[in-house]
């Protein structure tokens, strides 16, 4: 079984500041990893993944995460941050070669971009 | 051009009523879900279909019945609605078991009962 942790509830942070979300998963296989964001009122859209290869990752809108195997974390950073970025970030995971679609979601970060 | 979409947007209705909710996607994808996110935007898969075929059935109650006519639509019947199924509930589809298919959400049923 897979769990996810998403350590922060929410993130407050100016805009063109740097962010980090920060994401933990607990599994006792390997596993593929996610992010995906909602906008208000929007459903979930990928933001990027993690299968194999280089840990770290980079995805849509400037986005980038990096895998730790070692201590089981899949954080979200972007350098500089708009107003835009401002949603609710998910971290999901899935079991090796299981079904992506069955994704365990952590509980979410909501990321406010101030002015 | 919507890739998933659901129907209705918003519904309104009284406890013990039965309500359906409508999911189509025209990306030609094999597998479909229904997921259910909380008023703490915990999201949980309840079930998915793929090519009309019941595949993941999570611990939900009976009075939730998934019904797939054809491996473009899912459609989700709830029976005898209670004040607990308030949630907004996401349709999502993917490319099967493919492992580098990611899911691709409807823009949810926010579904609120009194």
């Known amino acids: 079984a897979q769990s996810v942790t998403q350590l922060d509830s929410q993130v407050p942070v100016f805009e063109e500041a740097p962010v980090e979300l920060r994401c933990n998963y607990s599994?006792?296989?390997?596993?593929?990893l996610f992010w995906y964001v909602q906008y208000p009122n929007q459903g979930l859209q990928l933001l990027l993944k993690?299968?194999?290869?280089?840990?770290l990752v980079k995805g849509i809108n400037g986005f980038e995460a990096e895998f730790n195997k070692s201590q089981t974390s899949f954080h979200l950073r972007k350098p500089s941050v708009h107003i835009s970025d401002t949603a609710e970030y998910f971290c999901a995971v899935s079991g090796l070669g299981g079904n992506t679609g069955k994704l365990i979601f952590g509980q979410g970060t909501t990321l406010q971009v101030k002015p | 051009d919507t890739a998933v979409s659901q129907t209705p947007k918003y519904l309104v209705t009284q406890m013990g009523n039965d309500k359906s909710i409508k999911c189509e996607q025209n990306?030609?994808?094999?597998?479909m879900y229904w997921y259910k996110q909380d008023s703490k935007k915990f999201l949980k898969i309840m079930f998915s279909y793929n090519n009309k075929e019941l595949i993941i059935n999570e611990t939900v109650p009976n009075r939730f019945s998934p019904k797939s006519p054809d491996k473009a639509h899912l459609n989700l019947h709830i029976n005898s609605l209670e004040l607990g199924d308030s949630a907004v509930y996401f349709c999502a589809s993917s490319q099967g078991e493919v492992d580098n298919s990611p899911l691709h959400f409807g823009n949810g049923t926010r579904l609120t009962v009194t």
């Open positions: 993690y299968l194999s290869g280089s840990t």
């Open positions: 990306l030609g994808h094999d597998t």
């Open positions: 599994s006792s296989v390997s596993v593929y």
